[in-house]
C-alpha cells in the first residue's frame, strides 16, 4: 500500500520546517548562523530559537519539533514547506480550497484528520524532502500538538487504509524500534515507515530513507539542510507559510532553458516563497550558472508579462503591472503579489 501521507508531495506541489538551524546537531547550541531577512526585512522565526535554559537538554535535537528538519536525509534534491494552521486563516485557502479539495489524495488525508479528531489547523508545519533523480524516496515531517501520539498514528493508519480500501492487515500499533525503546514505528506498506520521536512530531520514511531517519534521529549522519542544501536554504525565505527549494531535474531545466532562450546546462536551482498575510506575496529566484545566463533570462520572462496582460481579465492587470524582474548575481528574481480581492477572483476562475 503506497501511503498517502507520503503522496502529500502531490498536494503539497499543487500548493506551488526549515531555517539555516541556529542549533547543532550534538545537543548544543550552536554558533549564531546569519540567515537572510525575508520580504520586508523579517525575520525568519521558524525552528531558529535556542532552548530556554531552564529546559533540560535533550540527547539529540533531531528528535524535537524545534530541530525535525535535521531528520530529511542529505540527498534529497528538494525541500517543500507548507505551513497549514496559518494558511486555514488566510484569504489564499479561502479562494482556492475547493480545487484542492476536489483533489482524491486531499481529501481522504482531510477525512482521516477528521476522523481523528485532528484539523488542518492543528497541524504547524509539514516538511517534505524529495529526491526526484533517483527513486523519489522522500521523507516527511510533521510538528503539531498532539500529532506525534501513537493512538492518533495508530488512527490514522488504520482510517487511510480503509479509505483507499487496501487492508492490507498491517500492525495496530506502533512498536519500539528493538535497539531503542525511545523511538516507535508503525509500518505504512510499500516499505514506507512512521517514526514516532516527540508527542508533537511524526516523520514518514521510504524504504531507502529508513536506516538514515533512524541514523539521523540519533545526531549521526548529514541533514539535507546542513549539507547538500544548505545553500538554498540561506536563499529562501523560511519564515514564509509556503515555500519550496531545489535543484531541477535534468528535463524540468531543459524545458525552462527552452523556454528562456538558454543554453544546455544553464540553468541550476529554483526557490519560491509565498506569504499569505495580506492576500499573496511571491518571491522566487531561479539560479543560472552565470549573470550572463541570468540576464538573459531575464529578458525573456519580461517579454511574457504582456501576452499574460493580454489574456488577463481588466480586474488582474494591475496585479501583471506590479510584478519586479531582475537580476541579483546568477540569480533571476520575481516578485508577485495579489490583494485579497484579487485572489478571491483569481479562485473564482479555476473550477473544483
Known sequence: MASNLLRLAGVCRSLSLVAALSLGCDGRPASDASVEPGPGGSEPTLLTEAPAASE??????????????????????????????????????????PALEANEIFA????????????????????????????????LVITGPGVGRPELAACVVANTEALSGQLDGLPASPTPLPDDAQVQTLALGDGDTMYLLDPDMLVVSGASFGPEIVALSRCQGFPAIEHGLAE???????????WLAGQLPADAARDF?????LEPGSIRDLIVSARVENGLDIGARLGTASPHFASTAQSM?????????????????????????????????????LSDTELAELGAMIPP
Open 257 to 261: 532553458e527552452t523556454a528562456l532562450n
Open 301 to 337: 520572462i519580461e517579454s511574457f508579462v504582456p501576452m499574460l496582460r493580454g489574456l488577463a481579465p481588466p480586474s488582474l492587470i494591475p496585479a501583471l503591472d506590479r510584478i519586479e524582474i531582475s537580476t541579483l548575481g546568477a540569480d533571476v528574481t520575481i516578485r508577485a503579489a
Open 232 to 242: 538554498l536554504v540561506r536563499r529562501v525565505d523560511t519564515g514564509a507559510p509556503l
Open 56 to 97: 533540560p537538554e535533550p540527547v539529540c535535537k533531531a528528535r524535537t519539533p524545534r530541530g525535525g528538519p535535521l531528520l530529511i536525509p542529505d540527498g534529497v534534491e528538494w525541500l517543500i514547506h507548507v505551513a497549514p494552521a496559518e494558511l486555514v486563516h488566510s484569504q489564499l485557502w479561502v479562494s482556492f480550497a
Open 108 to 139: 481522504n488525508i482531510q477525512t482521516t484528520l477528521d476522523l481523528c479528531g485532528v484539523g488542518l489547523g492543528a497541524i504547524e508545519h509539514v516538511l517534505l524532502g524529495m529526491r526526484t533523480s533517483e527513486d523519489s524516496s522522500g521523507a
